[in-house]
């Protein structure tokens, strides 16, 4: 989407969310098993610390969120809808935000681009719950470490296509692949939550957000799927499986549901 209203506050960065020790220890496990993976020195060995993080991180959404459907409306420990905004950067910035985009679709936010014209786009806003910003923001962080990392490397097969082409459709096809697999941790980690009650709290929490964005937005209009002439979203939806964020295998030629 892009946003059209000039009165857009940039917003603020996701706190903490409050918890227990035990689940502060486990985000603070989940940037570790990250850091390890941005140093990795074979992609095997970065899938492996990625899929424990996604992991870990699935599972802490799921303890956020039945946590705070269990306090009343006035404790401050109750997680909070807002807003976070990230600047996207040059080059590649439109596929840089479509990678945060379907990463904050993935873990029950909505999102908006702003400034999108001619491929680039100046920034990105990611709307929902603090805790699932909060994993938005730190998954993001990691991944366009990872993803920067190979694209800068890559060349297309064919000599006389064009590298930034060639970048641009990997880097898309890269951002689909990871938002197919943060889908499908995320279902898993729903469907091993004992007692059955997480996916009415989910469903709940999805409508306060979608409630809370079209009073935040109510004239934005939605974003028309980009066009990219390169041939690397192949090659790009492989490096995605590669990171390998939980779950099955799927289909390295499907595409998310677009838009936010």
Known sequence: MTATSPGTSPGTSPGTSPGTEARTDRLERVRKLLAKAERAGTPEEAETYNAKAVELMARHGIDEALLSASLGAGDPRRDAIG??????????????ARLLGWIAA?????????????????????????????????????LLLQATGQLVRLRPPDPWESVAAYRRSWLQGFAAQVHQRLLLAET?????????????????????????YAQAFPTLGRARRPSLSGSGFTHGAAAGARADLGGPAVDTHSRPQLGA
């Open 83 to 96: 807003v976070l905004r990230v600047a996207m950067e040059d080059p590649y910035s439109g596929g840089k």
């Open 188 to 212: 898993e980690a729903v469907q091993t939550t004992p007692g059955g009650g997480a996916e009415l709290v989910l469903a709940d929490r999805g409508t306060q957000v979608d409630r809370a």
């Open 106 to 142: 993935a873990l029950r936010c909505r999102w908006i681009m702003h400034g999108a014209v001619g491929g680039k786009v100046a920034a990105v806003t990611v709307f929902g719950f603090a805790s699932d910003r909060e994993r938005v923001e730190l998954l993001y962080t990691s």
